[in-house]
């Protein structure tokens, strides 16, 4: 079982109901274009149902399916132990379109996170919200995940305390810390217990080789 010390586990925060509210009105509107005009009005001919299905049911594919990946995301989560980072993201701007993101990364693949801004473009919610994170893992074999795009800041900022603690061989981008100068200070103070705590460790080993 691993050390529960070891780890650390954040989940997603819902930021809003507009954009939840947005998808549910165009799926029903979409729902109801296709009864009126496939149902009650069928097309007569075959070009007509082609025309018909590319303007009703594509749209609605897609609505009803943001809507339900709108309704999961809270299910959204980080958790790092004592060697791997797993995680469950819905992709922001692209959601009903991708699958949802899953994986499990072995730290020492994670060669450099960052931690920037997500654009609001998409996102009718998140415009309250300037300042709204996502994590990027960029992996040393060149891969990148994004992650994170409904978790809270300060909870990324645990996760990112957290990687670098716990694997001294990963780098924090330094734009990362222009974004948000709250944690580079964290980070400093995580730095400077490092190197005191290796300075002592230094003491402690001359000591056994005196004696």
Do not use: H
Request: glycine share 2%; aromatic share 10%; net charge positive.
């Amino acid at each position: 079982m691993e050390n529960k010390k070891k780890e650390l586990f954040v989940k997603a925060n819902r930021y809003g109901w507009k954009d939840f509210v947005i998808n549910v009105c165009f799926s029903l509107i979409m729902i109801a274009s296709y009864i009126v005009i496939v149902v009650l009005t069928p097309p007569s001919t075959i070009s007509d149902w082609v025309l018909a299905s590319v303007v009703i049911l594509v749209p609605l594919v897609v609505f009803v399916n943001r809507t339900l990946k709108e309704i999961s995301y809270t299910r959204d989560y980080i958790k790092i132990t004592n060697r791997t980072i797993e995680f469950r993201s819905t992709p922001l701007l692209t959601t009903g379109l991708f699958k949802i993101k899953r994986g499990t990364i072995n730290l020492i693949e994670i060669r450099k996170i960052a931690i920037a801004k997500i654009p609001r473009k998409l996102s009718v919610d998140l415009f309250r919200y300037k300042k709204k994170a996502i994590m990027a893992l960029l992996l040393r074999s060149g891969q990148q995940y994004f992650i994170g795009e409904y978790i809270s800041n300060e909870d990324l900022f645990k996760v990112a305390e957290k990687l670098y603690i716990t694997a001294s061989k990963i780098k924090i981008a330094p734009e990362t810390f222009k974004q948000y100068p709250e944690l580079e200070d964290k980070i400093k103070k995580i730095k400077s217990k490092k190197i005191k705590k290796k300075m002592n460790n230094d003491d402690l080993k001359g000591v056994n080789i005196r004696r």
